[in-house]
């Protein structure tokens, strides 16, 4: 059964700081994908990773994938404070046919 | 383009009664899944469907049914609603076919169970 672990799942930090979240998963997975809930809302997708070795950048954020270790990243550089929400990794696997999430990580970005 | 369309967005339902959650694409997509989202916790996957006449469980089927008669519509039924079953229920459609595919959610229904 496929499981997908995220840590920290708590994260405060400082305007300006570097961070990383990691996503680390128990099978082999067809692709990876990060998304963005704020409180009450739906998700928002970030990143979608489909190879080892792949990387994608968006603004502060920038997402890593390996597949040989089963572990994604999550990079935040310089955190600004609308950065602040909770993060989610899902993996997808073909075979059957589903999307499983972690348990998130909610970041806080203290001005 | 409307995308995943949920009604209702928010309802109180009694111990023991019954509902349906709407979920509408409009995107074509064959693929299209039900989550329940506990407070402060992940989505946990409740049914999905890969096309029309087709559907299966996931993790947290208990207490739920669904049916897709057509690619659009994939609705989740909840029988005797249960205080259990009180959390937030996204719905969310994709396209099978190719690798990278986005997996569009709905806005949520937000369902207390009293």
């Known amino acids: 059964e496929l499981k997908v672990e995220q840590n920290p799942l708590f994260l405060s930090m400082q305007e300006g700081k570097n961070y990383t979240i990691y996503c680390n998963y128990s099978?082999?997975?067809?692709?990876l994908y990060w998304y963005r809930q704020d409180p009450g809302k739906s998700l928002e997708s970030l990143f979608v990773l489909l190879s080892n070795g792949a990387v994608k950048q968006e603004g502060r954020l920038m997402a890593s994938l390996d597949t040989k270790a089963r572990l994604s990243t999550l990079h935040i550089t310089a955190a600004v404070h609308d950065l602040s929400a909770t993060y989610f990794c899902?993996?997808?696997?073909?075979?059957?046919?589903?999307?499983?999430f972690g348990q998130g990580t909610r970041l806080t970005i203290n001005p | 383009n409307a995308g995943v369309t949920q009604t209702p967005k928010f309802r109180i339902l009694k111990i023991g009664q019954s509902m349906t959650l709407q979920c509408t694409q409009d995107?074509?997509?064959?693929?299209m899944y039900w989550y329940r989202q506990d407070p402060g916790m992940g989505l946990k996957l409740i049914y999905y469907s890969v096309g029309a006449g087709i559907t299966d469980k996931g993790e947290v089927p208990n207490g739920y049914n669904v049916s897709r008669s057509t690619t659009e519509d994939f609705p989740l039924r909840l029988e005797l609603a249960a205080p259990s079953q009180t959390s937030v229920y996204f719905c969310?459609?994709?396209?099978?076919?190719?690798?990278?595919?986005?997996?569009?959610f709905g806005e949520g229904s937000w369902l207390t169970v009293v």
């Open positions: 995107m074509n997509h064959n693929y």
């Open positions: 899902a993996v997808f696997t073909q075979g059957a046919q589903k999307l499983v």
């Open positions: 099978t082999t997975s067809d692709r």
């Open positions: 969310a459609s994709s396209y099978s076919k190719g690798l990278g595919n986005t997996i569009y």
